[in-house]
């Protein structure tokens, strides 16, 4: 029995900003399996990758993250331009992707909770999300690998045509700024969540450039990113996902969202996924949000 799996496709990211032009290593799975270990999680990750770049997996196992890969003949390949320095702001290719995950490699998992991040359309299907989406387990999944599709090698929107069948299926969805507006028609992020909120999901996380918003058919909570310098923005919204879901576990919306805040803000703080430990998030909690930090480890 986990705490936390993770379940994405590795995506090798050429990053391009005012900062220069870099390769990291990414994927959903990456950064949201890094951010459940440093919370104190027995985490594990599923994901598809060519062998060529199994150092990832690898760099999982040295944190403690035990991990179900499928090798294919090649790794899900992204470009993400940033023309600004609004964070909501880039522009998504794709050159190569990894394929598509199948019931059977997720059949026998036993989790209290399970967190969906494909890059785009097809990756996970219904017929995957049915398997995982069990009494008593929270899943949570990002709206982006459902709106968003390759099509002649750019990354763009389209009409998410299984969201009735998929929303009630979920206990978290994560949606960013853009794609809110995308679903709902609204810019007023409060009015956005609340829409998706009435389409299923128990609760909706709305991260934006500023920070984030939960909204759990009550009550509306936020929260601030409060890095000390910007320099990985790549992986925010898939590490603020994976941190609200962990401390979900233990918390209440409204102190889950400050602990979310606060790893995400320190992996804001460099490029890749976070890479400290469960103190200095305490700490940040404590120092930067004026809190007390909860009940510890979960």
Known sequence: MYDLV???NFTKDTIVSAAGTRVVAGGAFNYGAHAARALGLKTAAITR?????????????????????????ESTSLRLEYPTEDPDD????????????????V??????????????????????????????????????????????????????????????L????????????????????????????????REVLLTHRDGVLVYDGQDYHEALFLPERLVGRSG??????????????????????????????????AEGPYKGDYSSVERFVRERYGVSAGPGAV
């Open 49 to 73: 990758l060519a062998r060529g770049d199994a150092e990832v997996i690898h760099a999982l196992e040295r944190i403690g993250v035990e991990v179900r890969v499928t090798y294919t003949a």
């Open 6 to 8: 993770c379940i994405g």
């Open 236 to 269: 925010r919204g898939d590490t603020c996902l994976a941190s609200y879901v962990a401390r979900r576990l233990v918390d209440p919306p409204d102190q889950a969202i400050r602990w979310a805040a606060a790893l995400t803000s320190r992996k804001m703080e």
């Open 107 to 168: 059949a026998d998992i036993e989790t209290r909770a399970v967190v969906l991040g494909p890059s785009f359309h097809g990756e996970i299907g219904l017929d995957v999300i049915r398997i995982l989406a069990r009494p008593g387990t929270l899943l949570g999944l990002d709206v982006q690998g459902y709106i968003r599709r390759a099509v002649d090698g750019r990354v763009v929107y389209v009409p998410w045509e299984e969201r009735h069948r998929i929303l009630p």
């Open 90 to 105: 880039r522009i998504l290719s794709v050159t190569a992707s990894a394929g598509s995950f199948t019931p059977a490699e």
């Open 170 to 201: 979920v206990t978290i969805l994560k949606t960013d700024a853009v794609e809110a507006k995308f679903l709902t028609g609204e810019s007023d992020h409060r009015a956005a969540a609340k829409i998706l909120h009435g389409e299923g999901p």
